[in-house]
């Protein structure tokens, strides 16, 4: 099986940058799409930004111009780069993979447990 792994949350003001990874591991045989959602208090979970095994991006009209997403395929590794931080931008941001593992070779789905973000004075 695959997991995910994320790091990097914590507090942080508003109009300040973080930067979330989220590494796999495990039986990997292929990762393909790779991606970010996020649930805040009382809300649904909800895209954030996702990026293609060719690097094609999309991103929530919400974050547009503010967060970056990247990957590095040597290390199976996502990345969120946030910038200019909100209040709203406060939630559990959740990593999301699309791969296929050695045990089975079945495209599956799979999560991280999340990292909370904090954005307030």
């Known amino acids: 099986q695959v997991q995910l792994v994320e790091s990097g949350g914590g507090l942080v003001q508003p109009g300040g940058s973080l930067r979330l990874s989220c590494a796999a591991s495990g039986s990997i045989y292929r990762i393909n799409a790779m991606g970010w959602y996020r649930q805040a208090p009382g809300k649904e979970r909800e895209l954030v930004a996702v990026?293609?095994?060719?690097?094609?991006?999309n991103y929530a009209d919400s974050v547009k111009g503010r967060i970056t997403i990247s990957r590095d395929n040597a290390k199976n590794t996502v990345y969120l780069q946030m910038n200019s931080l909100k209040v709203e931008d406060t939630a559990i941001y959740y990593c999301n993979a699309d791969a296929l593992s050695r045990t089975d070779y079945a495209p599956k789905n799979y999560w991280g447990k999340g990292t909370l973000v904090t954005v307030s004075s």
């Open positions: 990026i293609g095994s060719g690097d094609s991006t």
